[in-house]
């Protein structure tokens, strides 16, 4: 079993070790249920790129299925180093959870134990000397199947505060059972930052033996502020979620965290910033939990200045940043186009977009923008080179018109799609099959711009939004995320059809593709 570290040591070391438990009591979150292929994934990107110190996969003796999934994931631990970190919530039931974890190939069980003494009278009927019998038990029985063992004290908020002395009479009880984590969870998201940190401190001072984790959640919004109170206190291993996902309000957000410990307390973590955002996206897809556009650290819009005097600032000095810039998490700054827009904010995403225009044309267009705003039209960078054709009265930016397009779609039948495109003055015919209406028409699409030479643009994100209440006949916006040139856009379209709106969000990106081929092409070459 590996050692206990002193609370001196402990208190005073400025390496934080984060305890993942996305794929365990994340999975918890109301309509999540990771995949086997979703949880491996995860499991690997969470400890080979954000390099997390621990992950938490799952709790024993769900089923079958789980238990082969976790199989998956402690093999390939195996393999690459990092069996250690794997660990599996574990019930006191003598040997079942203990079995069920070695067969799993696991050698780490998180014990579940009552950490108040209203949980361990009301639910489990036992007197605090019987629950220690029990516990006893089941830990005797993990040490001679070579399992380390951590204990979870449940409640334990709430424990300490109406009933302490249960509290360190069972942690007195627990010294010399070969624990190596204590784990404080705050199960109800009860506590104040104040409260987390008198009670953490007087924990590492009544019992220095004792590596305690916290473990927050976030009922009253203050998971990150309750480890911030947490570490101050001396604490140094925390348990986090991606995304905030976990039970009611969730757990404390992993990226949240990180930026804060390192940014504001000096602390040393192993995580690797620059994946934060990747991770995050692809939790987003694999438990179909969206996050608020405004986020910390991964929302969408968090690095997108809305004001036209922020992007004259940032222009004239980075005015406007502060130590969250988006360059430390691999992402870059955008400027939202709209009724407060400025000149600084236009010229940056006319820059993106490589669209150059005179003094006269540029003022033109930022009166519209500003028009298109105040009527709170949603506008893109994207949506710049139809605003410039609406203005200046001309043609280069509408390329590609549509003429007619007919989608069929039915239960368990293919969908087909036949469009009718005019490109400058030629007429395209062609048809498509898909997984669905909109596949289809990409299938016909991808045919037409494979005989123009132009590639078609990467798909990386698609959204539908529908209005609150909005009855069948609504119009619905589709909101579509590109990849084009190394650069992402994204391109609106609304339509009552859901299907063809995505089309019309479609035909604005390739529109854009050809109009930036057009001034790439007509750039003088250097000699």
Request: glycine share 6%; proline share 3%.
């Amino acid at each position: 079993m590996s050692s206990n570290r002193t609370a001196h040591t402990m208190s005073s070391t400025k390496k934080i070790q984060l305890m993942d438990t996305t794929l365990r009591d994340g999975e918890q979150t109301q309509g999540v249920s990771f995949t086997p292929p979703e949880k491996a994934n995860i499991a690997k990107t969470l400890l080979k790129k954000l390099r997390v110190d621990r992950i938490e996969v799952t709790s024993a003796r769900i089923s079958e299925g789980e238990l082969g999934s976790v199989q998956n994931i402690a093999e390939w631990a195996a393999e690459n180093g990092f069996l250690e970190c794997i660990e599996v919530l574990g019930f006191i039931d003598h040997k079942r959870s203990v079995d069920w974890i070695k067969e799993s190939g696991s050698t780490v069980m998180n014990l579940l134990t009552k950490g108040s003494e209203n949980h361990c009278t009301n639910q489990l009927r036992k007197t605090l000397k019987e629950h220690l019998a029990d516990i006893h038990n089941t830990i005797k029985y993990a040490h001679s199947k070579n399992l380390n063992v951590n204990v979870y004290l449940e409640d334990w908020s709430n424990g300490y505060h109406n009933s302490p002395e249960y509290v360190y009479e069972m942690m007195d009880a627990l010294k010399d059972e070969g624990i190596n984590h204590f784990m404080l969870p705050d199960t109800l998201g009860v506590l104040s930052p104040d409260e987390v940190f008198s009670s953490l401190s007087d924990m590492i001072e009544r019992f220095p033996w004792a590596t305690i984790d916290f473990h927050p959640h976030n009922d009253y919004g203050l998971g990150v502020a309750n480890v911030y109170y947490a570490v101050k206190a001396g604490v140094r291993n925390i348990h986090c979620t991606m995304n905030c996902l976990g039970e009611r309000a969730g757990n404390a957000s992993l990226a949240e965290i990180a930026v804060v410990l390192h940014d504001k307390l000096g602390m040393e973590l192993s995580i690797d910033e620059s994946h934060l955002s990747p991770v995050s996206e692809m939790i987003e897809s694999f438990s179909g939990k969206r996050l608020a556009e405004n986020t910390p650290i991964v929302g969408e819009n968090v690095f997108t200045q809305t004001s036209g005097i922020h992007a004259d600032g940032d222009k004239k000095g980075n005015l406007y940043h502060n130590p969250i810039v988006p360059e430390r998490f691999g992402r870059k700054r955008s400027y939202a186009l709209g009724k407060m827009s400025g000149k600084a904010s236009l010229a940056k995403n006319l820059e993106l977009l490589g669209i150059q225009l005179v003094d006269e044309n540029f003022n033109k267009v930022l009166k519209r923008v500003v028009e298109l705003g105040d009527s709170k039209k949603s506008l893109t960078a994207a949506d710049l080179p139809f605003i410039i054709t609406d203005v200046l009265e001309t043609s280069d930016t509408q390329r590609i018109e549509l003429l007619n397009c007919s989608i069929t779609s039915g239960y368990n039948l293919r969908a087909t799609a036949t469009i009718h495109l005019k490109i400058d003055s030629k007429e395209y015919h062609e048809a498509g099959s898909g997984n669905g209406g909109y596949d289809a028409f990409m299938s016909a699409i991808k045919k037409i711009l494979k005989r123009i030479h132009l590639d078609a643009p990467e798909l990386v994100d698609y959204q539908v939004r529908i209005p609150r209440g909005g009855k069948s006949n609504a119009l619905t916006e589709a909101i579509i995320t590109w990849q084009i040139n190394g650069k992402r856009l994204q391109t609106i379209g609304v339509d009552s059809d859901q299907v063809i709106s995505a089309v019309n969000a479609t035909l604005k990106m390739l529109n854009l593709q050809l109009l930036q081929k057009k001034q790439l092409n007509a750039k003088p070459k250097v000699s």
